[in-house]
């Protein structure tokens, strides 16, 4: 089966603390993707960053990172110094061959930065 | 700078009225989806298409069809709308054919639909 978790449903936290966002997949395919997007208020899905499975070097981009783990099928993402413009939904999502052009998303975290 | 349009934000329809929800993308895109959002679900897939005429059943067909004559161009049509179909619905594009791997979805800003 392939499949997205994202076990936090919503997370608060006060501008500049660091926060993690955590994403499990399941697939058993040996060749994947996977992806996080961001969805700020005005809605349209926003691509952040893209991992296959042959790539788990971690990689940081600014203020953001993402931690590849293949051993506990985890694409965590850090937001390092978070900022109230990081407020948003943050979908990961995984593609398979087997979902065959099917790209599956989890059920997204809310992030909310207080000032 | 590249586009995907959806042509309304916020729709409220009638229980059993024909619904029309269209997207149109410039950048030349191959593949085109039509997703739902619903709170705790996540994205869910309906349809997609991988080319003019093509349309392939996502996980939550029922109750949907699609149409793409153009390849700019791909509705999505509630032939009878339901309550049970009010959600947000989103349009995505994608470069290359079917079979690839890792491509990057574009997206429109969402259609609000509600049926009373």
């Known amino acids: 089966a392939q499949k997205v978790t994202q076990a936090q449903t919503e997370i608060s936290v006060v501008e500049k603390e660091d926060v993690t966002l955590d994403c499990v997949y399941e697939?058993?395919?040996?060749?994947?993707?996977l992806f996080w997007y961001k969805q700020p208020p005005s809605g349209e899905l926003v691509f952040l960053i893209r991992?296959?499975?042959?790539?788990?070097q971690n990689e940081i981009s600014g203020r953001y990172s993402w931690n590849f783990q293949k051993s506990t099928s985890s694409f965590n993402f850090t937001i390092t110094a978070s900022q109230v413009v990081d407020s948003a939904v943050y979908f990961c999502a995984l593609d398979t061959f087997t979902s065959a052009s099917k790209i599956i998303f989890g059920s997204g975290t809310r992030l909310s930065i207080r000032p | 700078d590249v586009k995907v349009t959806q042509s309304s934000r916020y729709l409220v329809k009638r229980t059993g009225e024909k619904v029309f929800l269209e997207c149109v993308q410039d950048?030349?895109?191959?593949?085109m989806f039509w997703y739902r959002q619903d709170p705790g679900l996540g994205l869910r897939l309906i349809y997609f298409s991988y080319d003019v005429k093509m349309k392939e059943k996502g996980d939550i067909p029922e109750g949907y069809s699609v149409s793409r004559e153009k390849k700019e161009r791909f509705s999505l049509i509630l032939e009878s709308a339901s309550t049970n179909q009010t959600s947000m619905y989103l349009c995505?594009?994608?470069?290359?054919?079917?079979?690839?791997?890792?491509?990057?979805?574009?997206f429109g800003e969402g259609s609000r639909l509600t049926v009373l």
């Open positions: 697939t058993r395919d040996t060749t994947y993707y």
């Open positions: 991992r296959n499975s042959f790539d788990e």
């Open positions: 995505a594009s994608s470069p290359d054919g079917t079979g690839s791997l890792g491509r990057e979805l574009f």
């Open positions: 950048m030349d895109h191959e593949n």
